[in-house]
Every structure is written in structure tokens, then in C-alpha cells.
């Protein structure tokens, strides 16, 4: 019905893989609350989830904006890859 226009796993168009240096929660959120959320060791599922909410909405703006500034780079140098892997993009343990 749509040649060359589907994208999928069998389609005409191969599905793109999982790109997780080009989404902030990939390469921000997640190290990020981690390194705030166990600081006071939290023994409950709950005292887990309050701590990811606060310090959710504990970051400021000027960060926000930095990690937006950052994915676009990283879309940018994605394009210019000609969608390949952002071999210079270092993930931390």
C-alpha cells in the first residue's frame, strides 16, 4: 500500500536502531538522578520515588537548557555522520 514509505522491521524501510546518544533521558536524566536519588540511601520503594520526584523537579533551567543544547549538537553531528554511531560521544559507567 505505501512503498518505500513504511518503516518498520520488514518494511521497504529499515526501523533506525535505539539511538541513546541523541535522547536526553539516555544520556542525561538517568546518570544524573542516579548520582542524586542514592545519596541518603533510600530503603523504601517509596523514599525512591520521592527522592526521583524532588530531584526532578530540583533541576534548574539553565541545566534543562544545557542538555537541550547539547541533543542538538548531538543531531547535528548525527546528520553530518550520515546517521552512524557518534564515536566521539564517551559514555561513563
Same mark, same amino acid.
Given at each position: ?11 521497504? %524501510? ?44 530540583? %533541576? ?34
Amino acid at each position: 500500500m505505501f512503498p518505500n514509505r513504511v518503516i518498520s522491521r520488514n518494511g521497504d %524501510i529499515a526501523w533506525p536502531s535505539r539511538s541513546p546518544d541523541l535522547t536526553p533521558p539516555d544520556f542525561f536524566l538517568r546518570g544524573y538522578l542516579k548520582s542524586k536519588v542514592f545519596t541518603n540511601n533510600p530503603h523504601t520503594l517509596l523514599e525512591l520515588k520521592e527522592n526521583i520526584r524532588r530531584e526532578i523537579t530540583a %533541576i534548574d533551567v539553565h541545566t534543562l537548557q544545557r542538555v537541550m543544547d547539547r541533543m542538538k549538537k548531538r543531531i547535528t553531528d548525527c546528520i553530518q555522520n550520515g546517521g552512524c554511531h557518534l564515536s566521539n560521544v564517551i559514555f561513563k559507567n
